[in-house]
């Protein structure tokens, strides 16, 4: 299922493999982010409920030059956690490059496979527990084809990362796109292409819209990869969050997280009470479209979902033993990151967002090291001189309201206290 646009964007990743990376670099740092990281698959995938000693069988198709890949596959071994991890490309180049990152890692837990997803069903792998797939649909002549392709190699239970591009905060993205095909047709070289473009963003208009977003730094730190992808790419399209939910409803899946699902909450963008009560009456879906069009800076939509039918079964974190974790801030870092009120603003794209928490949130992050459960830490706290019901009230707010910005998260059964304290981003 291919055309001669797909070939063009084969060709593209071959000669400009993506994101550019240099597998030296990865003795200074390991790049992390949404989704595929394996606190978020832990507790937003399987609701913290799923044991650690069960092996994780996780597939990135369309992995590229393997930031994903290597983020989880890092993380399953420092946590000594069983399972491995899946390439899945087409693009040699993008794979050499890979596979030269895991080397430099001594992973052993990543398996190599050179092919399209698209070849996914009847093809012998999987099931996959779970399977990211991060600026891969956007790109293929049928983006709901790709997803059943998906679909067919998920194991029962299991559950999916996605991400795909959205329209408002590309503004300007489309309109360079379309003002660098009438200068430098597709036929034209890629050099010549890329020159044109280098030439066309340092002669801009003010009135430019592209010049006026700032969500974008690949054109300027990507290389020339990072302006193909950008500004030259033969086919990309962009979702609203109405336009996705469909998708995934074609495909038989449904939304168990967006990330973060505080910018996906128009409570925080709304000041008018009136409004607010508007908003809290709309169904999940047409809330989080209500946030993008009133946000208007989102450039992506990173999302994790399973089948319909196999809704999360979600650890209850005020349960006594529910033991929660930083998902990459430790809980004694973020409490001094708190603001002398005890609340926290977040900025998500030059979105500011306030977050009001309980003034005993310093105390009890000061105690969260993904090894206390919440009755230890309650316990602490009452040594300290603290009721148990305010302690509880406390907890029942500050959770919530953590989790939603992706910040606090739950420990699953079965793992070990040093790895679920240790950060699984270290390198």
């Not at 964007?9 to 240099?22: M, V």
């Amino acid at each position: 299922m291919t055309d001669a646009t797909d070939a063009a964007l084969a060709a593209q990743y071959e000669a400009f493999p993506y994101p550019r990376r240099d597998p030296r670099e990865e003795s200074k740092r390991l790049i992390i982010g949404s989704p595929g990281h394996l606190r978020e698959i832990d507790h937003w995938v399987f609701g913290a409920s799923r044991p650690t000693t069960q092996p994780l069988r996780a597939l990135f198709a369309g992995g590229g030059t393997g930031d994903g890949t290597i983020m989880l596959a890092q993380q399953l071994a420092r946590a000594g956690r069983p399972g491995g991890v899946t390439w899945l490309d087409r693009s040699a180049a993008a794979r050499r490059i890979a596979e030269a990152r895991a080397a430099a890692r001594g992973l052993t837990n990543v398996a190599w496979e050179s092919r399209s997803l698209l070849d996914l069903p009847g093809s012998g792998l999987g099931p996959f527990d779970y399977i990211d797939c991060c600026g891969v649909l956007h790109h293929l002549p049928d983006p709901a084809a790709g997803l059943r392709a998906l679909t067919a190699v998920l194991a029962p239970r299991g559950g999916m990362g996605l991400m795909v591009y959205a329209p408002h905060g590309r503004t300007g993205v489309y309109m360079m796109q379309d003002a660098l095909r009438a200068l430098v047709p597709p036929e034209t070289p890629a050099p010549a292409r890329i020159e044109a473009a280098r030439r066309l963003l340092r002669s801009l208009p003010e009135t430019n819209w592209f010049r006026a977003n700032r969500n974008f730094q690949d054109h300027i730190s990507g290389g020339d990869a990072g302006v193909f992808d950008l500004l030259l790419n033969p086919r990309d399209r962009a979702y609203t969050v109405p336009d996705l939910a469909a998708l995934l409803a074609e495909a038989g899946l449904a939304v168990t997280a967006w990330m973060e699902p505080l910018r996906y909450d128009p409570a925080h963008l709304l000041t008018d009470p009136k409004l607010r009560e508007r908003a809290a009456a709309l169904d999940p879906t047409a809330r989080a479209a209500l946030a993008e069009a009133l946000a208007g800076n989102l450039s992506m939509h990173v999302l994790y979902c399973r089948r319909a039918g196999e809704p999360v079964t979600r650890a209850d974190p005020l349960a006594p033993g529910a033991v929660p974790v930083g998902r990459e801030i430790p809980g004694p870092e973020q409490a001094r990151q708190l603001q002398p009120d005890g609340g926290l603003t977040l900025v998500m794209d030059g979105l500011r967002v306030r977050v009001g928490l309980p003034t005993l949130a310093p105390s009890i992050l000061g105690l969260v090291d993904g090894v206390r459960s919440v009755a230890q830490i309650g316990a602490a706290l009452e040594a300290r001189g603290v009721a148990p019901a305010a302690f509880a009230r406390a907890w029942a707010s500050l959770f919530p309201a953590l989790e939603a910005a992706n910040r606090l998260l739950l420990v699953p059964p079965g793992q070990p206290a040093s790895a679920a304290s240790a950060s699984p981003a270290a390198a």
